[in-house]
Nanobody, 119 residues
Framework: QVQLVESGGGLVQAGGSLTLSCVDSGIISSIYTMGWYRQAPGKQRDLVATITNGGITNYAGSVKGRFTISRDNAKNTMYLQMNSLKPEDTAVYYC?????????????WGQGTQVTVSS
């Protein structure tokens, strides 16, 4: 099992910054992809950014240049630095980790953390 616990959400004014954290515990896998996804009310869950065990990152076009995903392996923690926040960034942000283990694809989610950006 993998447990993912997010923190760092909150209320911020447009133009402000927040940093989300996701602590990863449980099964250790040397090859994995972790990421942040978000879901606004009434909308589907969308990709925000991903990072691989090799440090390769990928961003949604809407956040590129404003958000930065990173991981501190020593702390088993992934971060999402969010700058220049916009009201449309308001959503519940979820941490995800996926990997193959013993021939089975494993996909884990955190409980989510609310980010609200006021105009």
């Amino acid at each position: 099992q993998v447990q993912l616990v997010e923190s760092g959400g909150g209320l911020v004014q447009a133009g402000g910054s927040l940093t989300l954290s996701c602590v990863d515990s449980g099964i250790i896998s040397s090859i994995y992809t972790m990421g942040w996804y978000r879901q606004a009310p009434g909308k589907q869950r969308d990709l925000v950014a991903t990072i691989t065990n090799g440090g390769i990152t990928n961003y949604a076009g809407s956040v590129k240049g404003r958000f930065t995903i990173s991981r501190d392996n020593a702390k088993n923690t992934m971060y999402l630095q969010m700058n220049s926040l916009k009201p449309e960034d308001t959503a519940v942000y979820y941490c995800n980790k996926n990997f193959w283990r013993a021939g089975v694809y494993r996909d884990y989610w955190g409980q989510g953390t609310q980010v609200t950006v006021s105009s």
